[in-house]
């Protein structure tokens, strides 16, 4: 009898400790905090970017921590930064159809693409396949000053731009 309450004393311990791991977290307290921002751009359509914020904390960009140069970045950290508009735009002078995208970046120097791909919902860049590709645009960093210490989104009626330590990308929406 005994042996039989104990058994059931461990399930039982061991079903609320699950149970409380699958719940969702508080992603307020991560190390890279979520962050949303959004804007109505002149077209009347409304982008949503939902991102996750790291800060350098001293690390060197493309040696200690993201964006590696020519590797795909998920923009941000831990999931993937999802790009949402409520209607169809141009990015970059192409059209980007209504909907959610994860936006993923490679930065070879200056030079940078920035991709819009179909597959939103997913975690860093680990599962990213450029199949899923909904639109690529080239454009250029330059330098951000100040240096941003938390990777920050910022958009505008025609623009979006990122900051990431001495970076800063800009490109046009519209």
């Known amino acids: 009898m005994k042996k039989l309450f104990a058994i059931a004393l461990v399930s ?11 719940q969702n977290e508080d992603k307020s307290k991560r190390p890279s905090p979520p962050a949303k921002v959004s804007e109505k751009l002149a077209s009347g359509a409304t982008v949503t970017i ?10 060197t960009i493309g040696k200690d921590i993201e964006p590696m140069d020519g590797q795909v970045w998920r923009t941000g950290a831990n999931e993937a930064t999802v790009f949402e508009t409520d ?8 059209t980007l159809p209504a909907g959610k995208y994860a936006l993923f970046t490679i930065f070879n120097g200056d030079d940078v693409t920035v991709i819009f791909n179909k597959t939103a919902n997913q975690w860093g860049a680990y599962k ?5 590709d909904a639109l690529r645009i080239k454009t250029k960093a330059t ?11 910022n958009l505008s009626p025609n623009a979006v731009t990122f900051m990431w330590g001495a970076k800063k990308v800009s490109f046009p929406v519209s």
């Open 12 to 22: 039982a311990g061991l079903f609320t400790s699950l149970t409380s791991c699958a």
């Open 50 to 59: 939902n991102y996750s914020q790291p800060s350098v904390k001293g690390r």
């Open 87 to 94: 209607k169809a735009i141009k990015v970059g002078g192409q």
């Open 128 to 132: 990213y396949k450029a199949e899923d």
């Open 143 to 153: 330098v951000a000053s100040p240096a941003a210490e938390k990777f920050t989104f």
